[in-house]
């Protein structure tokens, strides 16, 4: 079946600027995460949901960053104001519901370059 | 909060060889502990993981290993082959649904 899908896959914005990142996870997964990946380092946690609400947004930056997710099912990754330091891979993995027992699938990302 | 730390960071083997790459953690509540293989480019994907209740677990020419005591983890490949080239990543989670990664090994078999 399908995997999780992101869009776009690139995005570059100037400093300032608004930005969304969407992500579609696999149909039937309750659970969304997002990470950010720096560019020689590993995911780093942002936010999880499960279903329609936020259940741990603690590793969002700062509160230019929010994360919607209103049916439970597509989520949006909103930046405001990006600054140059918000350039990395941004991505989005679902699972089948929280907890170890179950594998996160990742997306491809969306690689944010903020000039 | 769980800080996972990742050696080496770059490995250079010969085809056929083994590779190992370490992975200590600081939180002992952590119990499940997930190895994601990124190729250039690509998304992560999970090769292996293992819970705590176990020691040991082998998937063909991959294994990793778990010392809870020591709070380590390591991956072991066997036989390597070009295709295994890549960047791998060590998690670890305390039985909730953040993982915490390490910064990365990227792997590279000689032919």
């Known amino acids: 079946g399908a995997g999780v899908s992101q869009t776009p896959s690139n995005k570059v914005t100037e400093k300032g600027k608004y930005v969304e990142l969407r992500c579609d996870p696999i149909s039937g997964h309750t659970a969304l995460y997002w990470y950010r990946q720096s560019l020689g380092q590993g995911p780093e946690f942002l936010i999880y949901f499960q279903g329609t609400g936020a259940a741990d947004d603690s590793g969002l930056p700062n509160d230019r960053f929010f994360a919607v997710r209103p049916e439970g099912s597509v989520s949006t990754l909103k930046i405001q104001r990006t600054e140059r330091g918000d350039s990395a891979v941004y991505l989005c993995?679902?699972?089948?519901?929280?907890?170890?027992?179950?594998?996160?699938?990742f997306g491809p990302g969306t690689r944010l370059t903020v000039t | 909060g769980e800080n996972v730390e990742q050696h080496p960071s770059t490995l250079s083997v010969q085809e056929g060889d083994s590779a190992v790459i370490k992975c200590t953690y600081s939180d002992s509540a952590s119990n499940y502990f997930p190895w994601y293989k990124q190729e250039l480019g690509k998304r992560p994907q999970l090769i292996i993981d293992?819970?705590?209740?176990?020691g040991e677990k082998k998937d063909q020419r991959i294994a990793v290993t778990l010392n809870k005591t020591a709070k380590h983890f390591s991956l072991h490949i066997t036989e390597t082959q070009p295709e295994d080239s890549a960047v791998y990543f060590c998690?670890?989670?305390?039985?909730?649904?953040?993982?915490?990664f390490g910064a990365g090994t990227t792997v590279t078999v000689r032919a």
């Open positions: 993995a679902s699972s089948l519901a929280p907890g170890q027992g179950y594998e996160q699938y």
């Open positions: 293992i819970r705590s209740n176990v």
């Open positions: 998690a670890a989670s305390g039985g909730d649904y953040k993982l915490s």
